[in-house]
T-cell receptor, first 111, second 113 residues
Framework: GDSVTQMEGPVTLSEEAFLTINCTYTATGYPSLFWYVQYPGEGLQLLLKATKADDKGSNKGFEATYRKETTSFHLEKGSVQVSDSAVYFCALDRSARQLTFGSGTQLTVLP | SAVISQKPSRDICQRGTSLTIQCQVDSQVTMMFWYRQQPGQSLTLIATANQGSEATYESGFVIDKFPISRPNLTFSTLTVSNMSPEDSSIYLC??????????FGPGTRLTVT
């Protein structure tokens, strides 16, 4: 069945450091791919998405490119801020709009 | 986007009791989903709730334990029945908008003692 494998956390970075959170997937067909963010004590927010191969999703300085050849959708940001501290979830869209989530990666950014 | 509210935001319940969680959306949607997020874990889909038909449950979830209602296109409820401590989780509803984008409510944090 469909699955998402996400980089193990937690990840701790200093402010202005470069961020990469790895995400790979297994799916039949061509699912849409998403990154969601969950700030402490809050629900999930859609961060970015990509719907087909080579699409690049971007938002708030975060980027991810849909790589069909490597079945990956890695999240990157060039310079993280303390306010980026949160849990990040990679997800794919199965049929009928049902999402399959990765395990989540806790990011802590230190000032 | 979508404005989604859930009630209650949190509750502490005794084992053996039931809790009904409400999810209200700011406009009509066809599909609503219920997810569970166990402590420190990712999200797992419980069921898909469509208005006018019975909910569709994922493997491992049954209607007797998690009955769902969907009386109209802006509202749904999830009941957690005969609760045990293993049911302690965050329960989230979600809807699909736009180009397949899914938006989540703030969640209901349930603790069963």
């Amino acid at each position: 069945g469909d699955s998402v494998t996400q980089m193990e956390g937690p990840v701790t970075l200093s402010e202005e450091a470069f961020l990469t959170i790895n995400c790979t997937y297994t799916a039949t067909g061509y699912p849409s791919l998403f990154w969601y963010v969950q700030y402490p004590g809050e629900g999930l927010q859609l961060l970015l998405k990509a719907t087909k191969a080579d699409d690049k999703g971007s938002n708030k300085g975060f980027e991810a490119t849909y790589r069909k050849e490597t079945t990956s959708f890695h999240l990157e940001k060039g310079s993280v801020q303390v306010s980026d501290s949160a849990v990040y979830f990679c997800a794919l869209d199965r049929s009928a709009r049902q999402l399959t989530f990765g395990s989540g990666t806790q990011l802590t950014v230190l000032p | 986007s979508a404005v989604i509210s859930q009630k209650p935001s949190r509750d502490i319940c005794q084992r053996g009791t039931s809790l009904t969680i409400q999810c209200q959306v700011d406009s009509q949607v066809t599909m609503m989903f219920w997810y569970r997020q166990q402590p420190g874990q990712s999200l797992t889909l419980i069921a898909t709730a469509n208005q006018g038909s019975e909910a569709t449950y994922e493997s491992g979830f049954v209607i007797d334990k998690f009955p769902i209602s969907r009386p109209n296109l802006t509202f749904s409820t999830l009941t957690v029945s005969n609760m045990s401590p293993e049911d302690s989780s965050i329960y989230l509803c979600s809807v699909v908008r736009g180009a397949g984008e899914q938006y989540f409510g703030p969640g209901t944090r349930l603790t069963v003692t």
